[in-house]
């Protein structure tokens, strides 16, 4: 079945630090791939995405190229704030999994903490 | 816009007693809605599909009989938990698909935290 897999936290940086979460998945066709983010005591939101190989989706100063040869998206950022500390979920969906729907496959998540 | 509600943000209960989760899509429709189980420092376990109008689906190890889901309207899903016991804590969260030619995006509700005592 489908997975992801992301690096386990938690990272800590210090603020304009360079940011890297890896993440990489096993899918059974042609996933969609996601990244989503949750701050304290919120809930997830959609931080970026991509749909098919070779996209970059980018938002808020955070990019993340689909690499299809190497099954990975990566979540980067140049310079970190404090206001990035959250948790950042990598996710993926496959509509070829045959679970129909759109379903999203999350990884474990990865908690960022950005000190100043 | 793509704003998804919950309510109760948190809600606390003796065991044996039911609890109701709303979930409320405010500027959208959503055919389709998820409910999702978050554990502490894990990700998040997809309990059930939800459809407008249907039943809904579960995912393997998921009691459907304890945890009942109701999609009534195109912006109203409800879970309920019943009997709830302890082990039944978690944090509950919902999500909607935005009912569009981008299928693929789901939008999340802030999560129910339950403690059943």
């Known amino acids: 079945g489908d997975s992801v897999t992301q690096m386990e936290g938690p990272v800590t940086l210090s603020e304009e630090a360079f940011l890297t979460i890896n993440c990489t998945y096993t899918?059974?066709?042609?996933?969609?791939l996601f990244w989503y983010v949750q701050y304290p005591g919120e809930g997830l939101q959609l931080l970026l995405k991509a749909t098919k190989a070779d996209d970059k989706g980018s938002n808020k100063g955070f990019e993340a190229t689909y690499r299809k040869e190497t099954t990975s998206f990566h979540l980067e950022k140049g310079s970190v704030q404090v206001s990035d500390s959250a948790v950042y979920f990598c996710?993926?969906?496959?509509?070829?999994?045959?679970?129909?729907?759109?379903?999203?496959?999350f990884g474990k998540g990865t908690k960022l903490s950005v000190i100043p | 816009g793509a704003v998804v509600s919950q309510h109760p943000s948190w809600v606390i209960c003796k065991s044996g007693t039911s609890v109701k989760i709303e979930c409320r899509s405010l500027?959208?429709?959503?055919?389709?809605m998820f409910w999702y189980r978050q554990f502490p420092k894990q990700s998040l376990m997809l309990m059930a599909t939800?459809?407008?109008?249907?039943?809904?689906?579960?995912e393997q190890g998921v009691e459907k009989d304890k945890f009942l889901i109701n999609h009534a309207s195109l912006t109203l899903s409800t879970l309920t938990v019943t009997s709830a016991h302890p082990e039944d804590s978690s944090f509950y969260i919902c999500?909607?698909?935005?009912?569009?030619?981008?299928?693929?995006?789901?939008?999340f509700g802030p999560g129910t935290r339950l403690l059943v005592l």
């Open positions: 996710a993926l969906s496959d509509p070829y999994s045959g679970a129909g729907s759109y379903q999203l496959t």
């Open positions: 939800s459809n407008e109008g249907s039943k809904a689906t579960y």
């Open positions: 899918a059974t066709g042609y996933p969609s």
């Open positions: 999500s909607a698909r935005v009912d569009s030619t981008n299928q693929e995006t789901q939008y």
């Open positions: 500027d959208f429709q959503a055919t389709t």
